[in-house]
Each structure stands twice: as structure tokens, then as C-alpha cells.
């Protein structure tokens, strides 16, 4: 491979790796580079191992001929963005650790390469017709185990992310996967995004979904009494939200 490309690749996915890990550590000054700072702390090790292979192409380049000075900047670059991209492992090791959780390298890189929907694809239902202007329905995905258990189990009910204005339900299809392997029924809803001032009708929604669950659990073998809430990111801040003001007439459910 010719000295010039060697280095120019190199130098490229030293770049593009220090691009996003640095977004990792340093605060994101606008709203479109936090989003970046999310898919960098998502996949950090990904770009980790772009960093790397940015290394291993300027030694490469090294032996090539190329100029101490011109290989010595695309080194520095991929091994600061590797060492930025053991950020988010290593605090989650820590964290992993003080609770006796077992973290597997291996299911991370399986996992971020499985089938999205672990060969099955989910059911989707209607829980709520007339929450929109319009008539837009409201609608979530049911993830079911293959098999029935003999008594029912506990649900979850997911919330996506997306700062209250952008994402959708099934946005991370695998993690549904993963609960429904750990013997959970698993329903991802829709909800109301903004500009409307959505902190209240979301919230309703949320709480619509729950009890559309809670309604229909002898069909889906669930138990009603263990129905618990789990959000990401702004689908974390509508679950505390309806979690925490049951029977709350200022937030009420959605009239399905």
C-alpha cells in the first residue's frame, strides 16, 4: 500500500475516533454534539478499536518511510481515543463490581453484532385511539417469550429516549430481547413527543400503557402486580413521572 494512503487512513480513523471519544469527557456545548456524546458513550469501544487500528496503520506507515513527525500525529491521535474509550467500561466496571455483577466483553461485541429482534419480531397493539388530534392511535410492541411459563410473569413497560421530542418505540430492540430472555413480557410504548407541552400528556400516556398492560395481562400470562417501568434518557424522566403520581389527578392516565 503506498506511503500517502497508509498515512491518510491512519490519520483518518485517528481523527474520527478522537472526534467522538472526546465528546465522552468533555461537555457537549450544543444540543446536536451531546448526541454525539451518547453514541460515543454507547460505543465507545467500537471507536476504541478504530483508534487502534489508526495505531497500527501509522506503524505501518512508519515502516513504510513516512516522516517521524506526520506518523508520530496519527499515533498520538488513536491512542488518545483509545484511552478515552475505556471511559464508560471502567465505570461501569466499577460500578458492576460494588454490586457483584458480572460484565462479559464478549456478550458486549456479540451483542452490538446480533439480530436486532433475536429472530422474532414483536406484536404491535393499539393501547390508546383517540390520545392525538387527529385520531392517531398510540401504539406498543409486544415482545413475548417463545414458550408459555405456568405462572404468569413480571412485566416491563419501556419509555424510549429522545429528549422528549424525537425517538420511537423499539428504538433498542435487543435490550427488549435480552429481558424477554431473562423471563420478562416486554411491551415498548408510544407516547406523545413535544412541542405540545408534553410533560403532562406523555406522563399520561406512560400511565395509559401500564394500565392497557395491566388490563390485558391474563392474555399475555402476566402478572398484574409486577409491572415495573423502565426509560432511557427522557423515557427515564416520564417513567419516574408516572411511577411516582399514581392516583395523581393532576396527571392523569390517557382516556384510551
Keep these: ?26 461537555p457537549a456545548p450544543s444540543y446536536n454534539l451531546w448526541l454525539v456524546s451518547v453514541v460515543a458513550s454507547e460505543w465507545s469501544l467500537w471507536f476504541g478499536a478504530l483508534g487502534l487500528a489508526g495505531v497500527a496503520l501509522s506503524l505501518l506507515a512508519r515502516a513504510a518511510g513516512v516522516s517521524q513527525t506526520v506518523m508520530r500525529l496519527a499515533l498520538i491521535l488513536g491512542l488518545l481515543a483509545a484511552l478515552l474509550s475505556l471511559f464508560p467500561p471502567l465505570t461501569a466496571w466499577r460500578e458492576a463490581s460494588a454490586r457483584d455483577i458480572r460484565l462479559s466483553l464478549r456478550r458486549y461485541i456479540s451483542g452490538s453484532l446480533a439480530d436486532a429482534q433475536g429472530g422474532r419480531a414483536p406484536v404491535t397493539f393499539t393501547y390508546a385511539t383517540n ?10 410492541d409486544a415482545y413475548l417469550p417463545a414458550t408459555e411459563n405456568a405462572q404468569p410473569r413480571p412485566a416491563v413497560v419501556v419509555v424510549h429516549g429522545g429528549s422528549w421530542s424525537a425517538g420511537a418505540r423499539s428504538d433498542f430492540p435487543r435490550w427488549n430481547w435480552w429481558l424477554v430472555g431473562e423471563g420478562y413480557a416486554v411491551f415498548d410504548a408510544d407516547y406523545r413527543l413535544a412541542p405540545q407541552p408534553n410533560w403532562r400528556t406523555a406522563t399520561g400516556d406512560v400511565k395509559c400503557a401500564v394500565g392497557w398492560v395491566r388490563a390485558n395481562a391474563l392474555r399475555f400470562n402476566v402478572d398484574p402486580q409486577r409491572i415495573a417501568l423502565y426509560g432511557r434518557s427522557a423515557g427515564g424522566h416520564l417513567a419516574l413521572l408516572a411511577a411516582y403520581t399514581t392516583g395523581d389527578t393532576r396527571l392523569p392516565p390517557t382516556i384510551s
Design 131 to 140: 390520545a392525538n388530534p387527529g385520531g392517531r392511535a398510540l401504539e406498543l
Design 1 to 26: 500500500m503506498p506511503r500517502r494512503t497508509l498515512f491518510a487512513l491512519s490519520l483518518a480513523c485517528g481523527v474520527v475516533a478522537l472526534f467522538f471519544t472526546v465528546w465522552i469527557v468533555a
